[in-house]
């Protein structure tokens, strides 16, 4: 790239950057209260401190109001009440949204279908930055927000410490390609100091590509005020260590690396203000003996042989495994493997994206048993013995959402589809892909049908 | 009180201006505005100096408090941000690239080193010559074009690669 180039270049940056940011009136009023003079005289002395103790005052005031000076009477007519109380903290929500902050459909869906209820407020989303992700490229950053409180997905995590859970809505790190419709998503971010959005692999992704380890790129969500965050990791990888990052932090968002792929858990997170005052400090101690112990649980279990039923009748289950243990979360694989009853193998876990749904989920099978751990259109986690498995009851049923309720569930080799009865008395015949059947089955469905390993047809019920 | 008109035409003609250049420097716009509203009172207290050329003598002031700024913030920090470098050979045509491409040019900004961005700001953003730019900096043509140099080589560099990984062993 010439000089020229990337002159031009640097120049249309700065100017698009600033193009939009507009003279406070308030600003200009008190200058215009300040009367210039020629030179100083003792006459000048008086309105001079008057007016050296007025802009002290003034400055002292912003200081001491933060964020809410910064929010232009009348940006909030244009944000849904509900969010008032989020965008309030987050400047970023309060700027006038351009094209290229509209997440992309899919992306809404994926967003969505992740958080368990919570809708997107379009209008709220907001392109942030943009990671590099080694040889994948590049995903962009957005910054997303619900209408409803999702379910945490990590119920394991502490309660926010800073934002107000209360606020009625939520902030979520959405990470938008490289690939086409596939994003990592992360859970609930108003805790956005602490740890869920701390470590590499939190984020639950909607991609086979191991995507979801964001190529060591961590990011977090901070409110105004906050211009500096240092984070301190403990990497429980094959050379223990403590980490320091100190991430870049604009528009809300404080964004860093960690080595790709590394196994680091935050221990503390500090967010400074302007001129280096500390503002907050999240401390998170035992994660990292947690994290050990999971460590050691991981390799354990990566040691379980898989039971040789469910070799034989899913075809699922021959070939190789499509991800490893950084598909799930950590605290996902500990609820499966902590303690390890049905001696699932974590390295084993085979992902599924069952396109007729669509339903994305991993299998993990191991020497008793096998575990589903679904991502999309509902999250959760089941596991059964490898009877249920063979069986053809190796099924979970998810929440009523407008009279219906989502069917996700493993079947044996055999089965082309699953028939579930409607409540007319007529059958519909479910897709079998992988071994995977999903459906959206009206509440009153009372029956499935498949066949279980020995080629018997099974009746189940959904209720 | 009286304000002169004069001194009223300036803050009216130069405050975008000045808080987008104030921006560029601090990357805040929290900072910028009480950067341009300490500008400007500065300017008025001295407007019989600042009256002759009073849009370089308020670039000139707003220099120097962004230096000030920026050594307060170093006094309680030792921070080493590393930020995201793009990946040029991503580049498609669509409104979300070039606006992630632009973040990913405003990031490389703040990285660079003070005197570096200065030069860069005031010279392709305020569009101020060499000379100017000296002027408004206090330094010679020379350092201006040095600085500009280094601070092309190395925009160059980070927008070009990935940053290095960001961390360090903890000294704690």
Known sequence: MSDEVLIEEIRTAMRAEVDALEVPSAVVTRVLAAPPRSRLTLGWLMP?????????????????????????????????????????????????????????????????????????????????????????????????????????????????PFLNPRLGDQATIAYVGPFREEAAINGPTVAAGGELLAATGHGLTAGPRQFNDLWGAVTSIVPDGVVRVKWVFDDVGAKPRHLTVWPSVRDNIALGRVPPRSQVY???????????????????????????????????????PIASALVRHFALLRGSPTNDASGLSPAQVASLIEPNPLGLNIDQEQYVVYSPAPAKLFVIPGAQGVALSYLSPMVGQAAGATSDALGGSMFVVGPRISGHRMVIGLAPDGNRTVRVRLPGGHDRLVPVVDNVYAASVPIAARWMFLKNAAGRTVRLSLR | MRVRPEFEDFVHASSARLLRTGYLLTGNRLDAEDLLQTTLMRVARHWGAAETAPGPYATRVLINLSRDRARMASRRLSEAPLDEAGDPAMAEDDLSDQVARRALIMAALAQLADRQREVLVLRYYADLSVEETAAATGTSAGTVKSHTSRALTHMRELLAEPDPMEVSPDER
């Open chain 1, 48 to 160: 001079a401190l008057a007016v050296g103790v007025a802009a002290i005052v003034a400055v002292l005031a912003v200081t001491s109001l933060g964020h809410q000076r910064a929010v232009p009477h009348g940006a909030f007519s244009r944000i849904p009440v509900a969010a008032r109380g989020l965008a309030s903290q987050l400047g970023v929500l309060r700027r006038a949204q351009t094209q290229a902050d509209v997440l992309p459909r899919w992306a809404v869906r994926e967003t969505e279908s992740l958080s368990q209820g919570g809708r997107v407020i379009g209008r709220l989303s907001r392109l942030v930055g943009a990671v590099h992700l080694g040889r994948y490229g590049r995903a962009r950053v957005y910054l997303v927000v619900h209408t409803a409180q999702p379910t945490p997905l990590h119920p394991n995590h502490p309660e926010p």
């Open chain 1, 266 to 304: 935050m221990s503390r997170a500090v967010w400074f203000g302007a001129n280096g005052r500390e503002i907050a400090s999240f401390a998170t101690p035992g994660r990292a003996a947690q994290a050990r112990r999971l460590r050691r649980a991981v390799a354990a279990s990566a040691k379980e």
